[in-house]
């Protein structure tokens, strides 16, 4: 089961660009990283420039709602805005693992979050809320369902 667009919708009541039925197969808060159909959060400084995640494969971000968007970000992108990233990245992680809802079997496609050492190794309580996510989402996407 992959993550989707409208399930952002259902997250962050601010947006812009095209609001069609995309789904993600990545998401990423690293722009160097390779993330095919990404959506790229860019939690810390250190994340790299929207351009270069596009150029990665990003498909649509998170932006900070008081930072302007890059010039040449095209209109139809999808953007959705917040004033806390991290929150954002524990929200959405938190989302997808609802949407499994245990649902998880050996052949069903996933969205992939790759998710650099560096923001989980902040010294904040989102970054650990973050790990937490990570390592129960990773738990479930190693379990197989026998039926």
């Known amino acids: 089961m992959l993550l989707a667009l409208k399930d952002l919708g259902s997250l962050f009541n601010d947006k812009r660009g095209i609001q069609d039925e ?11 990283m390779e993330q095919p159909k990404g959506l790229f959060v860019p939690v810390n400084k250190e994340s790299g420039e929207l351009l270069e995640a596009i150029s990665n494969g990003a498909v649509a971000a998170i932006w900070y709602k008081n930072e302007t968007l890059p010039h040449y970000i095209p209109t139809q992108f999808p953007v959705f805005f917040t004033n806390d990233l991290a929150e954002a990245m524990k929200d959405i992680i938190t989302l997808y693992i609802e949407k499994l809802d245990g ?6 496609e996933r969205t992939n979050f790759k998710i650099s050492n560096e923001t989980l190794l902040n010294k904040n309580k989102q970054s ?4 937490g996510l990570l390592a129960n989402l990773t738990s479930q996407n190693n379990h197989e369902r026998r039926g």
Do not use: G
């Open 103 to 108: 649902e998880m079997n050996k052949h069903m």
């Open 128 to 131: 650990y809320d973050i790990a």
């Open 22 to 32: 995309i789904l993600f197969c990545t998401v990423s808060d690293r722009a160097a």
